[in-house]
C-alpha cells in the first residue's frame, strides 16, 4: 500500500515509486530515474523504504527516512510526503525567553509530542502568518522544552513581536527538518564544529547529543563572533572544556587586522590542516558555510563527512 | 567479456571516482569559474549520474536534462574547450584510480558523445 501524504496512490506490481506518483498525477520532479541525481528524494513518514532506494543518501537523510522514488520498489506500506513538508503545526508555549548576549534571545518553547534530533530546525510559527526557522540547542532526551538562539534585528517584524513575548504565550511549531545532527559519525572519530553566530545553537546541540551518545573522539568547537558579548557561552563552554579532556573550545573574536580575515573560518582553516577523516558540522551565514565545506573538501574530506546548516537571513 | 560498467566495477567505481573527479574540476582554473557558487552536495549527485552515464552504467538519459543544466552555462561561455578539460580531468581520475587504458578510452568516448547536448547546439 503506498499514500502520498493522506491520498491513497496505486501501485502496480513492478512498478517504482516515482511512476505510481506520475500516473496518480502527483507532480513529482525527476531525471536521471536510476537512483543517482537525488532529483526525486522524498520521505518516507510510516514504513520503511528498501535500502537499495536509499543508496547513496547521507547517514542522517536514511534516519529520517528519505529515499529515492525513482529506485523504490515498496516491500511493506508506505506513506510518504514531499522532502520539504515540516509537518501539521503544533501548539507551543513560552516557557523562558530571555537575553543571551547584545540582540540574541534565548527562547525555550514547550511543545507536546515534538521529536527531534539536536542540531535540526524547526519552523517557529507566530500570528497565523509569521514564520521562521530557527535551530534547536536542545537535547530530547534532557530537557523538556525547546530550545532557540536568536538573534534579534532592528526592523525584523518576528524579532519585534519576539521582543513583546513574554512566558505563557502561545504561538506554533512544525517540523523538524535539517540533517546536521549527530548520525553516521564513529565515536572516535574527531569531530569539529565549526559556528557563528547563533549558528552555535545546532552545533551545542550536536555537542551534547555527541556526549550523550559516548562519543570518544576529540571533539573541537569553534565559535565565532563579532564582539565580546557575541561569544554567549563562553563561561559554559569554558567549563565543559575544563571537565571534558576531549573537549576542547575554541572562541574566535573577529580579528580586522589579522593577514586571513581574522574570522572564524580563517582561524579554522589555518588551525585544520589535517581534517581528512574528520567529521565536519558547519553552521552560519550562507557564505561562511559555503567557504568552509569547498575548502574542507578540497582537503580531502569526503563529503558524507561533512554537515552542514547555512542561515539565511530574516528579521 | 562483460560490458564496461561491469569491468569498470559498478556503483562502487563511480562512488570512488565522484569526489576525486569533482576535486579535480574544482581545482581547474580553466573551468572552476562555471561552479561558482554552485552547492557541493547537489553537485556530487548530479555528477554521479554523469558518471554512471559515462561509465556505460544504467541510466535514462535522453539530452534534454543535459540541455537544460547547461543552458545558462552556455551563455557565459562554455565552449568546446571546456567540455575538453572536464574530459582531460575524467581521464586523469580513472588513471589515478588504476583504470586500464583501453577502459579510459570508452568512458571518454561515452563523454565526447554528449558534448552537442551539453553545449546545446
Known amino acids: ?315 | 567479456m562483460s560490458n564496461l560498467y561491469e569491468r569498470l566495477g559498478g556503483e562502487n567505481a563511480v562512488n570512488a571516482a565522484v569526489e576525486l573527479f569533482y576535486r579535480k574540476v574544482l581545482a581547474d582554473g580553466r573551468i572552476a569559474q562555471f561552479f561558482d557558487g554552485v552547492d557541493i552536495d547537489q553537485q556530487i549527485a548530479k555528477q554521479k549520474s554523469f558518471l554512471t552515464m559515462a561509465f556505460g552504467g544504467p541510466n535514462n538519459y535522453t539530452g534534454a536534462d543535459m540541455r537544460n543544466a547547461h543552458k545558462r552555462l552556455v551563455a557565459k561561455g562554455l565552449n568546446d574547450s571546456h567540455v575538453d578539460a572536464v574530459i582531460e580531468n575524467l581521464n586523469y581520475t580513472l588513471r589515478d584510480l588504476g583504470v586500464p587504458e583501453k577502459e579510459v578510452k570508452e568512458v571518454a568516448a561515452i563523454a565526447h558523445s554528449v558534448r552537442d547536448d551539453v553545449l546545446n547546439r
Open chain 1, 1 to 315: 500500500m503506498l499514500k502520498f501524504e493522506d491520498r491513497l496512490v496505486e501501485l502496480r506490481p513492478g512498478e517504482t515509486v516515482l511512476e505510481a506518483l506520475e500516473r496518480a498525477g502527483i507532480d513529482a520532479p525527476s531525471s536521471c530515474r536510476s537512483g543517482n541525481c537525488q532529483t526525486c528524494l522524498h520521505r518516507a513518514v510510516e514504513g520503511v523504504p528498501p535500502p537499495e532506494s536509499q543508496v547513496g543518501l547521507t547517514q542522517g537523510q536514511k534516519a529520517l527516512g528519505f529515499f529515492l522514488p525513482c529506485v523504490c520498489l515498496p516491500t511493506s506500506p508506505l506513506t510518504i510526503t514531499r522532502p520539504d513538508n515540516v509537518g501539521a503545526r503544533r501548539d507551543a508555549v513560552i516557557r523562558a525567553i530571555e537575553p543571551l548576549a547584545p540582540n540574541v534571545i534565548r527562547l525555550r518553547v514547550d511543545a507536546d509530542d515534538f521529536a527531534y534530533r539536536p542540531g535540526q530546525f524547526l519552523e517557529l510559527v507566530v500570528d497565523g502568518d509569521l514564520r521562521r526557522h530557527y535551530s534547536l540547542a536542545s537535547h530530547p532526551e534532557e530537557d523538556p522544552f525547546l530550545e532557540m538562539h536568536i538573534r534579534l534585528h532592528e526592523n525584523g517584524r518576528m524579532s519585534r513581536r519576539l521582543g513583546e513575548f513574554k512566558p505563557g504565550d502561545r504561538l506554533h511549531v512544525a517540523g523538524p527538518s535539517g540533517t546536521c545532527f549527530y548520525e553516521g559519525v564513529h565515536a572516535d572519530q574527531r569531530l569539529l564544529l565549526i559556528g557563528a553566530g547563533t549558528g552555535l545553537a545546532p552545533l551545542y546541540g550536536v555537542l551534547r547529543d555527541a556526549l550523550k551518545r559516548g562519543h570518544l573522539g576529540p571533539i573541537r568547537l569553534y565559535h565565532g563572533a563579532r564582539s565580546r558579548d557575541g561569544l554567549y557561552l563562553d563561561e559554559e563552554l569554558k567549563a565543559l572544556s575544563r571537565t571534558l579532556a576531549h573537549v576542547d573550545y575554541r572562541p574566535c573574536l573577529l580579528d580586522p587586522d589579522a593577514p586571513a580575515g581574522g574570522d572564524v573560518a580563517a582561524t579554522a582553516l589555518h588551525a585544520e590542516q589535517d581534517v581528512k577523516d574528520c567529521a565536519i558540522f558547519l553552521c552560519g551565514g550562507e557564505n561562511l558555510v559555503r567557504r568552509l565545506k569547498r575548502d574542507f573538501f578540497m582537503r580531502g574530506v569526503s563529503m558524507k563527512n561533512i554537515r552542514s546548516d547555512a542561515f539565511t537571513p530574516s528579521g
